[in-house]
Nanobody
Framework: QVQLVESGGDLVQPGGSLKLSCAPS????????VAWFRQAPGKEREGVSC????????LYADSVKGRFTISRDFAKNTVYLQMNNLKPEDTAVYYC??????????????????????WGKGTLVTVSS
């Protein structure tokens, strides 16, 4: 069964850090671009970051540039999102996603969804004092 499993969400104080992980079940990440999204209560889903499998190139939303870093470990078949200097407005459910139907190795910078079509169930990040 194909699944994406996110982990690492927690309650953290403003200015703190968290590292989220995303691992697939039933397939390997090797040939897929992988992206992180978030959705805050009452708001639309927002693309946060994306990493290509072909050359490791990355994309970031303006709101997280300089604070978040996406990375991947092919040996562990895992993609990470390191989040530093967290702010209350970062509070959201964070989802990872892949272009499952197209097996696309690159992030589509012109797409609101980076070209992704399959999402995990998410992990909750709460930034509050």
């Amino acid at each position: 069964q194909v699944q994406l499993v996110e982990s690492g969400g927690d309650l953290v104080q403003p200015g703190g850090s968290l590292k989220l992980s995303c691992a697939p079940s039933g397939f390997a990440f090797d040939y897929y671009a992988v992206a992180w999204f978030r959705q805050a209560p009452g708001k639309e889903r927002e693309g946060v970051s994306c990493i290509s499998s072909s050359d490791g190139s990355t994309l970031y939303a303006d709101s997280v540039k300089g604070r978040f870093t996406i990375s991947r470990d092919f040996a562990k078949n895992t993609v990470y999102l390191q989040m530093n200097n967290l702010k209350p407005e970062d509070t959201a459910v964070y989802y990872c996603a892949v272009p499952l139907s197209t097996v696309r190795p690159v992030c589509v910078s012109t797409s609101r969804d980076y070209g992704m079509d399959y999402w995990g169930k998410g992990t909750l990040v709460t930034v509050s004092s």
